[in-house]
């Protein structure tokens, strides 16, 4: 089972987010759940990204809403990077 692990820069952009969107703090914690028992489960439509963000994953809290995640595979890790919406993100 992988390790989230999480840096102060994305925790601090996470609770700004939070203040922005404090209704996403429960799918958001149902989202950390699932990506620490199964990263590749079909409801976080998980996908690499292109482009600038070539290398890094990006899972769904919601339709608007997504985490891009940085994997590092040798340790199994996932560290989070950013969370926001699709155009924030980009």
Same mark, same amino acid.
């Given at each position: 089972?992988?390790?989230?692990?999480?840096?102060?820069?994305?925790?601090?952009?996470?609770?700004?987010?939070? /203040?922005? !969107?404090?209704? +996403? @703090?429960?799918? &958001?914690?149902?989202?950390?759940? #699932?990506?620490?028992?199964?990263?590749?489960?079909?409801?976080?439509?998980?996908? /690499?990204? !292109?482009?600038? +963000? @070539?290398?890094? &994953?990006?899972?769904?809290?919601? #339709?608007?809403?997504?985490?891009?995640?940085?994997?590092?595979?040798?340790?199994?890790?996932?560290?989070?990077?950013?969370?926001?919406?699709?155009?924030?993100?980009?």
């Amino acid at each position: 089972m992988p390790e989230l692990i999480f840096t102060d820069s994305y925790e601090k952009r996470a609770r700004k987010f939070f /203040k922005k !969107h404090p209704e +996403l @703090a429960k799918p &958001y914690g149902k989202v950390l759940k #699932l990506l620490a028992a199964n990263p590749w489960h079909p409801s976080l439509r998980l996908h /690499k990204l !292109h482009g600038n +963000l @070539a290398g890094i &994953y990006s899972a769904s809290i919601n #339709l608007s809403y997504r985490i891009n995640l940085q994997f590092i595979v040798k340790d199994d890790a996932i560290v989070p990077i950013d969370i926001g919406s699709h155009d924030d993100i980009y």
